[in-house]
T-cell receptor, first 113, second 112 residues
Framework: SQTIHQWPATLVQPVGSPLSLECTVEGTSNPNLYWYRQAAGRGLQLLFY??????ISSEVPQNLSASRPQDRQFILSSKKLLLSDSGFYLC????????????FGSGTQLSVL | AQSVTQLGSHVSVSEGALVLLRCNYSSSVPPYLFWYVQYPNQGLQLLLK??????LVKGINGFEAEFKKSETSFHLTKPSAHMSDAAEYFC??????????FGKGTSLLVTP
């Protein structure tokens, strides 16, 4: 099965600072990759997904961007963080079939102050 | 667009009692339905998945869920709660495309 490595586990950043969260996947090749954000009491919101290197689709307009420089690497970035960017960020992967189960990383708790 | 509604943000049961977590979906076509569990400070793990093969789906850790089209429901149950079942539970729905739409989650508390 797939293993998702995600870091850091927690991050406290000031408003206006940049952000870079990294996610790597083991145990599979050519996965679909996803970034979700979990805000308190609001469930999980899909931010980005990628079906291949350099291919990024955004689900919601926002202050964040994503990149996939390698097959099993997915990066979430921001040039200037906002207070509203605070939340729990989860990286996930699946096989080529998007209807199969998602494997999740352990998440990054981001606090923007 | 497809969506799910989880009734009750917090559910408390006694150890050994029945667990019932409610999920209703909205979808114009037969959906894929999922239940995921999240333990504190961890990612999500798949409990079970409905793909139209059978209306009663059995998952891990003794959980199961029944798809009821007439009620547009996919409630999660477990006959006897264990302390280790305390976690956040998410129902999710998917039709086409890549977006898995999650509910807001239900926090399950198990008391001795």
């Amino acid at each position: 099965s797939q293993t998702i490595h995600q870091w850091p586990a927690t991050l406290v950043q000031p408003v206006g600072s940049p952000l870079s969260l990294e996610c790597t996947v083991e145990g599979t090749s050519n996965p679909n990759l996803y970034w979700y954000r979990q805000a308190a009491g609001r469930g999980l919101q899909l931010l980005f997904y990628s079906v291949g290197i350099g291919q990024i689709s955004s689900e919601v307009p926002q202050n964040l961007s994503a990149s996939r420089p390698q097959d099993r690497q997915f990066i979430l970035s921001s040039k200037k963080l906002l207070l509203s960017d605070s939340g729990f960020y989860l990286c996930a992967s699946s096989g080529v079939d998007p209807n199969e189960k998602l494997f999740f990383g352990s998440g990054t708790q981001l606090s923007v102050l | 667009a497809q969506s799910v509604t989880q009734l009750g943000s917090h559910v408390s049961v006694s150890e050994g009692a029945l667990v019932l977590l409610r999920c209703n979906y909205s979808s114009s076509v037969p959906p894929y339905l999922f239940w995921y569990v999240q333990y504190p400070n961890q990612g999500l793990q798949l409990l079970l998945k409905y793909t139209s093969a059978a209306t009663l789906v059995k998952g891990i850790n003794g959980f199961e869920a029944e798809f009821k089209k007439s009620e547009t429901s996919f409630h999660l149950t477990k006959p006897s709660a264990h302390m280790s079942d305390a976690a956040e539970y998410f129902c999710a729905v998917k039709n086409s495309g890549y977006a898995l739409n999650f509910g807001k989650g239900t926090s399950l508390l198990v008391t001795p």
